[in-house]
């Protein structure tokens, strides 16, 4: 697996994500991951709204119809809230293997 590969260009590497999180205490990354929680759930709703929303709203001039603008409004927001379970995820994992090192090697120190 490549992990200096460029998705886009506006998305950093896996290894630069990776830095930025080793950069940070222990409790820097949990709350850096609770704040990637906390915003994918957020998205989740707000695409939950969007979606109900809208098929309510548009029901009774355009149908059924309304139920696929709906859909086509907040995938979006469902698809990118996955984005953010990722970061989580990830950080979390790589806090794991940063806290494995710290107890192998007792000098190094977190910065």
């Known amino acids: 697996k490549d992990t200096t ?6 998305c950093p590497t896996e290894e630069e994500r990776k830095q930025h999180v080793k950069a940070m205490t222990h409790d820097e990354r949990l709350v850096f991951a609770q704040q990637r929680r906390s915003r994918a759930m957020a998205m989740l709703g707000a695409g939950g709204g969007i979606l109900g929303g809208l098929t309510a709203g548009l029901w009774s001039s355009i149908g059924a119809g309304a139920l ?13 809230s ?16 940063f806290q494995q090192e ?10």
Do not use: Q, Y
């Open 5 to 10: 590969k460029k998705i886009m260009p506006c």
């Open 68 to 80: 696929g603008v709906g859909i086509g409004a907040s995938v979006g927001l469902f698809v990118n």
């Open 82 to 97: 996955r984005r953010f379970f990722r970061e989580a995820r990830e950080t979390l994992t790589w806090d794991h293997e």
């Open 102 to 111: 710290n107890e192998e090697d007792p000098e190094k120190e977190e910065p």
